[in-house]
């Protein structure tokens, strides 16, 4: 078997109807499987900025990158080198905290991941944290015991360092 | 104007001349304008036949064809006709109606979802939802189907939309900034191509619908001539090299003739151009072209790597590409070494030209195609239906000019033969064009006839008539214990009864040597003809199983010089003694 990297594959395509079927299609279809996928603006407004991450190894993503380039919709496809590429994920996360103790804790342990207080209630605090995907991993084993209610990650949105465009 | 003006004078701008279609509630704007423009309507008797002629058209002329469709029903019956033109990346525009836009999403009276429908098989797809946007949709339909690798895009035509009033602008722009088809192949590996055919001892060719589609038949005789490799097609390449030829070994794969099948495996390089690689062509892949470096040449990047992995891809027109890559051959060339090769060839198919003549009843099929190129010209458009006469077809018929063999390869759809003959036809008016279809296969379109006769389309129709689904038959009599679970079409109808109801002239024909002056006589009546041939139901053409390798031929095949036994053990012969 070769080698199976995670890949972070950058597009820009056009902001109009359709575009995400044709490309969520396109995976279904051709039986690439990836591991999320981010939708955005970019720098033009009618241009959107897709962020898929997949494993597979070369012949896949190669497929991939070639196959998404054949969209009439899609203008550009890179596969990013991850030396090279800052990749930041968002996620909340709802923790079941009633108690004075556990909510000092949760506290101190998004403070530690650099996360913030972002709603109370008396039943529950919800944590905002941005990073790389292994980060939040962590911050969520560390406030599992807890109980999570609830976590929304928004899938990591990448781009190339320094001076370097797709 | 009003949109459906406008999207009748963008066709015209496009230069379209007649379209296949069937009217329906949401077109009734469009129609109304068709009622006076001076654009060629065929309607046709099924919306799958509007596609299938159109793909014939454009396959017959190198020029889009075009189809019309109602919304819903309409546009589902399309959906096999516009899958068959992805497939074998034929240029064909496809409107379809669609409800007005206020009622889109509300589950309308025909209303079906269009354009996620047909995502998966178009090149592209547009809704125009103003009527300002229909003469640059239009434009980039046309655009899109006809350039780069060739395909079929649909236009999804509200109702509303073709009736409000537009302004048609003199200048019409089309924004694709996301299509950039390349055409130019790279130089470095055109360079890198050439050395490797220099110093390879058994270079083939295989060619495939590229060739056609490019447009690039002298290109590649010429790259063919130039550094004697025999060439071997695909299905769809059938026809980009003159199957009459010294160097040409006849169509490869699964059906493939036994001296292409066998050449292949033996090569030390072989030149696949505008083709890609299908199951059907290269058997298991892992056993394809084992001892060969191969070289890419296709249109679309993607089609590199996909299914077997190559040594030089070169990604661009193939025209362009194979005259780059004879001036740099020519450039670089040293010695002739292939002289060797081109005559062990030569050898090697005589010994396994395969036996056509029978004078069995009732008919063999090889018979029956040997009659039908003995009576045909070169020039004559053969089109085919799928199973065994389309193998029959590929296997046994010469072949010698592009545009000129028509088959739907990579769907394999039952019922494209007759329509596709019918847009072939009105494409070439002056050519004669002969559907060669199955019994199955026409039963599924053979409302057309009507089609044929109220527009005076003088195609005919030779049905291989065995009331069998001959190849599913075929295989069941290989590999399923001879249990012919429900192939078998019993005895109706009566085709000539059938054809005669539609005044469609129509001839039975049972015995060898009959054929030749039947189809001759339809041809020259310059009317729509039927012919039923009745075939032996049991004859099995020689096959690769799938899953195996293209040297594992099952199935006798039947030579026309049975004592050369001895020249046909080919790896003995080829091992140590030609190109060291």
């Known amino acids: ?162 001076t370097k465009t797709i | 104007m009003k949109g459906g003006e406008a999207i009748i004078k963008s066709l015209t701008d496009e230069g379209v001349d007649v379209v296949f279609g069937y009217p329906g509630g949401v ?41 019309i469709a109602t919304s819903g029903p309409g546009a589902t019956n399309l959906v096999t006709g516009i899958a068959t033109a992805y497939m074998d990346s034929s240029s064909i525009v496809a409107l379809t109606g669609q409800v007005v836009t206020p009622l889109i999403g509300k589950d309308a009276f025909q209303e079906v979802d269009t354009l996620g429908i047909t995502i998966p098989i178009t090149k592209h797809n547009f809704q125009p939802m103003t009527p300002q946007e229909l003469p640059s949709v239009i434009k980039s339909a046309f655009y899109i189907a006809g350039t780069g690798r060739k395909g079929p895009v649909v236009v999804d035509l509200p109702k509303d939309v073709q009736e409000l009033e537009m302004e048609f602008e003199d200048d019409i722009k089309i924004d694709l900034p996301g299509y950039k088809p390349t055409t130019k192949g790279h130089p470095l590996q055109i ?19 590229g060739i056609i589609a490019s447009n690039s038949f002298s290109e590649l005789f010429r790259l063919s001539e130039t550094i004697v490799a025999p060439v071997t097609t695909t299905l769809l390449g059938k026809g980009s090299f003159p199957e009459d030829h010294p160097l040409s070994l006849g169509m490869l794969g699964m059906h493939g003739r036994k001296t292409a099948n066998l050449i292949v495996d033996d090569c030390d390089c072989l030149i696949a151009v505008g083709c890609r690689f299908s199951d059907r062509t290269t058997g298991n892949v892992a056993e ?48 002739e070494r292939t002289k ?162 539609y005044k469609v002239n129509a001839e039975r024909v049972e015995k060898p040597g009959q054929l030749r002056e039947t189809l001759s006589d339809a041809l020259k009546s310059g009317e729509p003809t039927l012919i039923d041939i009745i075939i032996d139901a049991e004859e099995i053409l020689p096959m690769v199983p799938p899953g195996r390798g293209l040297t594992e031929m099952v199935g006798e095949y039947k030579v026309e010089n049975e004592n050369m036994g001895e020249d046909r053990t080919y790896n003995k012969q080829s091992q140590g003694k030609v190109g060291d």
Not at chain 2, 353 to 382: A, G, Y
């Open chain 2, 27 to 67: 077109l009734l704007p469009l129609y109304d304008v068709i009622y006076d423009s001076d654009l060629r309507h065929i309607l046709v008797r099924h919306e799958q036949c509007a596609a299938h002629a159109a793909d014939g058209y454009a396959r017959a002329s190198g020029k889009v064809g075009v189809c």
């Open chain 2, 340 to 501: 060797e090769w081109l005559n062990y060839v030569k050898n090697f198919k005589k010994s396994w030209i395969p036996r056509m003549s029978f004078d069995d009843v009732p008919l063999k099929p090889q018979q029956v195609i040997k009659e039908i190129w003995e009576t045909l010209s070169e020039d004559t458009i053969v089109t085919t239906d799928v199973g065994q006469n389309q193998m029959w077809m590929a296997h046994y018929y010469t072949s010698k000019r592009p545009r000129k063999f028509i088959s739907s390869g990579g769907l394999g759809t039952m019922g494209f033969g007759f329509p596709a003959a019918m847009g072939a036809k009105v494409a070439k008016p002056e050519e004669d064009v002969v559907a060669v279809c199955g019994d199955g296969g026409f039963l599924m379109v053979s409302q057309d006839l009507a089609t044929v006769r109220e527009y005076d389309i003088p195609v005919v129709i030779c049905i291989l008539d065995n009331r069998y689904l001959g190849m599913v038959a075929q295989w069941q009599r290989l590999f399923y214990d001879e249990r012919l679970s429900h192939t078998h079409l019993g005895d109706v109808p009566d085709f000539v009864k059938l054809a005669e109801s």
């Open chain 2, 288 to 335: 394809f072209a084992r001892k060969a470096k191969i070289i890419h040449i296709d249109i679309d990047p993607a089609e590199i790597g996909k299914n077997v992995d190559v040594d030089v891809p070169i990604v661009g027109d193939a025209k362009i590409i194979l005259e780059n890559l004879v001036e740099e051959i020519k450039r670089i060339k040293r010695g």
């Open chain 1, 1 to 162: 078997m070769e080698d199976q990297r995670t890949h972070i594959i950058s597009a820009l395509v056009l902001h109009k109807p359709g575009v995400l079927q044709r490309i969520a299609g396109l995976f279904t279809r051709r039986g690439f499987n990836i591991d999320s996928i981010t939708v955005g603006t970019s720098e033009h407004a009618d241009i959107a900025r897709i962020t898929i991450i997949a494993k597979g190894d070369e012949r896949v993503l190669e497929q991939i990158t070639k196959q998404l380039n054949k969209l009439i919709d899609v203008i550009k496809v890179r596969d990013l080198d991850p030396e090279s590429t800052v990749k930041r994920e968002l996620c909340l996360i709802k923790v079941h905290a009633p108690s004075e103790q556990v909510r000092s804790e949760v506290v101190q342990y998004a403070s530690i991941f650099r996360g913030r207080i972002i709603d109370v209630s008396p039943e529950t605090l919800t944590i905002e944290i941005t990073g790389a995907s292994d980060k939040i991993d962590a911050l969520i084993d560390m406030v599992r015991s807890f109980g999570i209610k609830e976590i929304a990650r928004t899938g990591p949105t990448a781009i190339s360092r320094g």
């Open chain 2, 191 to 209: 360079k890198r191509a050439a050395e490797l055919i220099v110093n390879s001892s058994k270079p083939v060719i295989l060619a495939g619908g």
